[in-house]
């Protein structure tokens, strides 16, 4: 079946810093989404993403969807503490396939 | 409520009872997903509708687990004769019609099997 892997695992990043995290699949997907989970919540949407080389950005978030249509990165630029939580790729082809997620630590 | 809601948020049950988890997604959305999220680890998909569709349930574990979708609205997720290792995060999302949609997610439902 369809797999993401994601990477890195997970990330322990000092305010002010940049942050880049990136999926990649053997399939390809027509949509890209990328998900923020905080504890005890539901994952919820940052970015989407419909075509195959679009560069969407919304706020200090930024993404991608690979040219192959095979892979995206995400980067956040000058993190703050609440940035922490883990961050999930998403792939559409009819159903949604996610990466394993990564983990983000910020330290004041 | 706009959002995915899921209930009950906690449920707490003994090995060997059966489950019933709920999920109201937003109204007018057409798919509907199933996942489960074990502690620190990802999504786990389960299933999934598509309006009249017949459901993908090639992410069940195993035939203790069924999904119910009614009027194409409401969905069920029934665990027979749970296990320990059913304990985790359930989580529903719906998205609407289209490729160009997003899906949205609900709180999820914490089932503890003890």
Known sequence: GQQLNQSPQSMFIQEGEDVSMNCTSSSIFNTWLWYKQEPGEGPVLLIALYKAGELTSNGRLTAQFGITRKDSFLNISASIPSDVGIYFCAGHQGKLTFGQGTILTVHP | ?114
């Open chain 2, 1 to 114: 409520g706009a959002g995915v809601s899921q209930s009950p948020s906690n449920k707490v049950t003994e090995k060997g009872k059966d489950v019933e988890l709920r999920c109201d997604p937003i109204s007018g959305h057409t798919a509907l997903y199933w996942y489960r999220q074990s502690l620190g680890q990802g999504l786990e998909f389960l299933i999934y509708f598509q309006g009249n569709s017949a459901p993908d349930k090639s992410g069940l574990p195993s035939d203790r687990f069924s999904a119910e979708r009614t009027g194409g609205s409401v969905s069920t997720l029934t665990i027979q004769r749970t296990q320990q290792e059913d304990s985790a995060v359930y989580l529903c999302a719906s998205r609407p019609r289209g490729y160009d949609t997003e899906a949205f997610f609900g709180q999820g439902t914490r089932l503890t099997v003890v």
